[in-house]
């Protein structure tokens, strides 16, 4: 029988880091693959007593790690405007694991494949950011704001700043980035 160590660096080895993101965003997104992030399921889990245990996207249901990252309504609509900028087919329907593991199985094309999954790993650093702007908010006011902001084309933009700060390709603009991600890296 592993122990809880051994089985936790197995499930560690599945994760697949990405070269063309900041560091920031794999560790997030390892973190989250592992369910270390402190949601709010998580806390409780460790016996930390939370004000309020929903959601603050939704404000409805248990902020665990899925729910948060990928089944949440609201990240769910994300999640839809990022394959649909991606015109990914109607039966793409990849889980979280999915994603962090790398396999999507969105283009047969390695580097079309490396672009998708780190734009895949800046919307879930972005989400969990976007999470704690929210949590940490001044006032309710402020909360409510953050909580209807639209995130795509921040995500389209730090996509575009930080995959093609460190990307082997020789040219790109955000007209081009904003049309035809994936024809980038086929190019």
């Known amino acids: 029988?592993?122990?809880?160590?051994?089985?936790?660096?197995?499930?560690?080895?599945?994760?697949?880091?990405?070269?063309w993101v900041p560091r920031k965003v794999n560790i997030c997104a390892w973190r989250v693959f592992l369910n270390h992030l402190p949601t709010r399921a998580n806390l409780m889990h460790r016996g930390i007593q939370v004000q309020n245990p929903c959601c603050a996207f939704c404000e409805v249901h248990l902020e665990s790690t899925n729910h948060c990252f990928f089944s949440c309504p609201k990240i769910e609509i994300l999640w839809l405007k990022?394959?649909?900028?991606?015109?990914?087919?109607?039966?793409?329907?990849?889980?979280l694991e999915d994603i962090l593991k790398k396999i999507v199985g969105f283009s047969e094309d390695k580097?079309?494949?490396?672009?998708f999954h780190a734009v895949s790993m800046i919307v879930i650093w972005h989400v969990w950011t976007w999470r704690n702007?929210?949590?940490?908010?001044?006032?309710?006011?402020?909360?409510?704001?953050?909580?209807?902001?639209?995130?795509?084309?921040?995500?389209?933009r730090l996509s575009l700043l930080w995959i093609f700060s460190r990307a082997p390709f020789r040219s790109h603009s955000w007209?081009?980035?904003?049309?035809?991600?994936?024809?980038?890296?086929?190019?």
Request: charged share 20%.
């Open 133 to 156: 702007k929210i949590i940490h908010a001044a006032s309710i006011e402020e909360a409510n704001s953050a909580r209807h902001e639209d995130n795509f084309s921040t995500v389209q």
């Open 175 to 187: 007209d081009s980035w904003v049309r035809q991600p994936y024809d980038l890296g086929v190019s």
């Open 111 to 115: 580097k079309v494949s490396k672009i």
């Open 1 to 19: 029988m592993l122990s809880k160590r051994s089985s936790l660096l197995l499930m560690a080895r599945s994760f697949s880091w990405n070269s």
């Open 82 to 95: 990022i394959w649909d900028w991606w015109k990914a087919s109607g039966s793409f329907n990849p889980s």
